[in-house]
């Protein structure tokens, strides 16, 4: 059975950081493209970043270029998601997600975690 868990959500103030981490289990983690999406109240989830199986080649949505950092640790089957000067417009439940072809949609998700910004 696969399994995504996302922690490190919280509440933080404007211009704070958070680090997120999933593990994963029951996949073949080092064959999988990792991402972490995000779906604020009344919005449709939308992608925050993706990271290849080698970790060579990554993505991130323009909004948060340059403010997080995603990564991997393929011995830990561990994704991770650096978030910096951290805005109220960040406030969203944070996915992370597996699959296995750069460009197809994810094939597994995590349950979310919570990330709230105060302003």
């Known amino acids: 059975q696969v399994q995504l868990v996302e922690s490190g959500g919280g509440l933080v103030q404007h211009g704070g950081s958070l680090r997120l981490t999933c593990v994963t289990s029951?996949?073949?983690?080092?064959?999988?493209?990792m991402s972490w999406h995000r779906q604020a109240p009344g919005k449709e989830r939308e992608l925050v970043a993706r990271l290849s199986t080698t970790g060579t080649v990554i993505k991130y949505a323009d909004y948060v270029k340059g403010r997080f950092t995603i990564s991997r640790d393929n011995a830990k089957a561990t994704a991770y998601l650096q978030m910096n000067s951290l805005q109220s417009e960040d406030t969203a439940v944070y996915f992370c997600?597996?699959?296995?072809?750069?460009?197809?949609?994810?094939?597994?998700w995590g349950q979310g975690t919570q990330v709230t910004v105060s302003s």
């Open positions: 029951g996949l073949m983690f080092s064959r999988y493209v």
């Open positions: 997600a597996a699959q296995g072809i750069w460009t197809s949609p994810p094939d597994y």
